[in-house]
Every structure is written in structure tokens, then in C-alpha cells.
């Protein structure tokens, strides 16, 4: 029995601090691919005047995941320049702005990641990306879709 409580206990730690080590660096600042501070349907709008698509982030302040996708993959240089020529960025706190969350629809966990172009969602990511996983999925997302049969 004291085993089987001591391996709790190991687990609920390992989950603990994984979950929890981002926050303990505080909330990180939004990054300035969304200086804008466009609203979901501003970016929308945009997107239909331009043609490009929307990449959306839904985040939280006290999500540590999300802590540690602003400090990585969303500040990553490259992931920066593919954003700024060639998406129109939003950011979207899940507490300040549930409309759009329920706009986006179908946000279970965060951070989310979608990119919706002609106002239909075309992917979408959940969790904590790497760069390099973030890079593929928004050029994907660029590339045409194949004709339909």
C-alpha cells in the first residue's frame, strides 16, 4: 500500500512541476506578432480584403503551457517572419474574450492554435508546439488544397 502511495505521489509531482515550471517564470509578455491587438472579427475581415489566412492563438494567463508557447515557437524568429507576411494574427485570451473562443469554437485545451482561411477553419494545433512544428504547420496551411475530384 505504501508503495502504491508513493508512486502517486511521484506521478502527481512529475505532473505538477510539469505543468506548473512555466508559470513560475510569470506571464509571458504577448509576443508583437499581435501588437495589433486585432479582435477575432477584425482579423477576419482583414483576411477577407487581403487573402490571407487568420492564425488565431487562444491562451491564458494562467496556463503554463501557453507561458511556454509565447517563450518558444510563438517568439521564434522564423515563426515571426512566416506571420507577419503571410497571416493575419490574433490573439485570443480564452477569460477576457469568451465570444471569440465560442466563435472559433471546439477550444477544449490550450493554448489552441488554428488557422481559418475563407472564414473555415483549415487546421488546427493543441498544446505546446516546438518552432519547428509550428513552422509546418503554417506553411501546410499556405500551400493550396488540391483541386476536389
Known amino acids: 500500500m505504501k508503495r502504491k502511495n508513493v508512486l502517486l505521489l511521484i506521478v502527481v509531482f512529475i505532473l505538477a512541476a510539469a505543468l506548473g515550471l512555466p508559470l513560475l517564470r510569470g506571464v509571458a509578455p504577448t509576443p508583437d506578432m499581435f501588437s495589433e491587438n486585432l479582435s477575432l472579427n477584425a482579423a477576419l475581415d482583414r483576411s477577407v480584403r487581403t487573402g490571407r489566412p487568420v492564425l488565431a492563438?487562444?491562451?491564458a494567463d494562467w496556463?503554463?503551457?501557453?507561458?511556454?508557447?509565447?517563450?518558444?515557437?510563438?517568439s521564434d524568429t522564423q515563426v515571426e517572419r512566416i506571420v507577419s507576411e503571410s497571416f493575419v494574427p490574433v490573439y485570443v485570451d480564452s477569460d477576457r474574450s469568451p465570444g471569440e473562443?465560442?466563435?472559433?469554437?471546439r477550444v477544449e485545451y490550450l493554448p489552441?492554435?488554428?488557422?481559418?482561411?475563407?472564414?473555415r477553419e483549415v487546421t488546427r494545433a493543441?498544446?505546446?508546439?516546438?518552432?519547428?512544428?509550428?513552422r509546418v504547420m503554417?506553411?501546410?496551411a499556405l500551400r493550396p488544397a488540391p483541386p476536389a475530384d
Open 63 to 74: 496556463c503554463g503551457a501557453c507561458q511556454a508557447l509565447k517563450r518558444g515557437a510563438l
Open 57 to 59: 492563438v487562444v491562451t
Open 138 to 140: 503554417l506553411e501546410q
Open 101 to 105: 473562443v465560442a466563435q472559433i469554437g
Open 112 to 119: 489552441t492554435v488554428v488557422v481559418i482561411v475563407g472564414g
Open 126 to 134: 493543441v498544446g505546446n508546439q516546438s518552432a519547428g512544428q509550428l
